[in-house]
């Protein structure tokens, strides 16, 4: 069965986050958000439930549960009960639940960076103190975790915000490390909070490994966050789940809404079902065309933008270009001004020297070459 990705929806006027930030002449390439229609099956889906004309207040039924319970098994062995998923509409509100929950005032929360920059707001949002633990660059191009720096940032620690696979640099964790991790995490008495909204999005054979299947001592340790929201496009409908196995953390977690983060929609939720029943031939589809986009970026900035380095990612549809040998003061204002081009600065995501940039490649092929083209062109005249 073949699917159309190469077909660009306009989206001007929609109301678009993406679309609405930069004048008409810009093309944005920045929050993680694909310009690709989502899946068949969840459109039609969709158009179904609308036909029952009424989208009142809406809880879980049986059948979302059931395929999402079927979806973990069936990618990754993990076994979860209907009743350890809590529903949400979004990550987001999600590992804020858990800070407010579970950390002491007083106790550190550490994370890596660069990070997601939420991420790195929440602790903030508490009035918790915050632990960064940065990656390490390996010889072969390949972000690691400095293990050593993990543990000691862990000590006194109330909790670990992970992220897996890594926003922005798309890096899928190995289980070796992950395990290594998530057992620092155990030795010191912190809770992990894995935030693993790209799951389904890795590349080269890839699998994603969830920080909870590692072992039962683990998962009684961890919340989830889950959502069909990157990998099928369909972010706006404000959907996540919990994947909770503790159920005495189950219940703190979900009493931690305190009136401000409510149900989800009814649309959300059919969304949501449809995507992990009946679009597995779609997402192997769209990953493939995903990995391709990215070794066409890669090899377009080792040809054609001379001081940009990319390391390529192992996941999500995320690029982490360093522009440092540019010598810019601002790359991503360089390239909003010069190339017409919005693109993510590093400054978001942790990086202080303000060099790198994230560059969104989930998009359909010739919007990608667009974008190149236009960068191209910019440093060509500079």
Known sequence: MSFDFDTIHSRLGTGSTKWSRYPQDVLPMWIADMDIAAPPAVLQALHERLGQQILGYSVACDGVREAIVADL????AWRVQPNELLFLPGVEPGFNMALHAFVQPGQPV?????????????PGHWNLPKIEVPFELSAEGEYLTPLPAMREALKGAGALLLSNPHNPMGKVFPREELLAVATACLDQGALIVSDEIHAELCFDGRRHIPTASLSPEIAQRTITLMSASKAYNVAGLKTCFAVIQNPEIRERFNSARCGMVDSVSPLGLEATRA?????GDWLQALVA????NRDYLLNAVQTRLPGVVMHAPQGTYLAWLDCSALGLDDPQQFFLDQAKVGLSAGLEF????????RLNFGCPRAMLEEGIARMERSLRHR
Not at 73 to 76: N, R, S
Not at 113 to 118: D, K, L
Not at 275 to 279: I, K, R, T, V
Not at 350 to 357: K, L, R
Request: charged share 20%.
């Open 110 to 122: 550490v994370l890596q960076t660069p990070n997601y920059r939420p991420i790195r707001l929440a």
């Open 350 to 357: 942790g990086d202080d020297s303000q060099q790198f940039v």
């Open 289 to 292: 065309y995903l990995q391709a």
């Open 73 to 76: 098994w069936a990618k990754y």
């Open 275 to 279: 995507a992990y029943s009946d679009c």
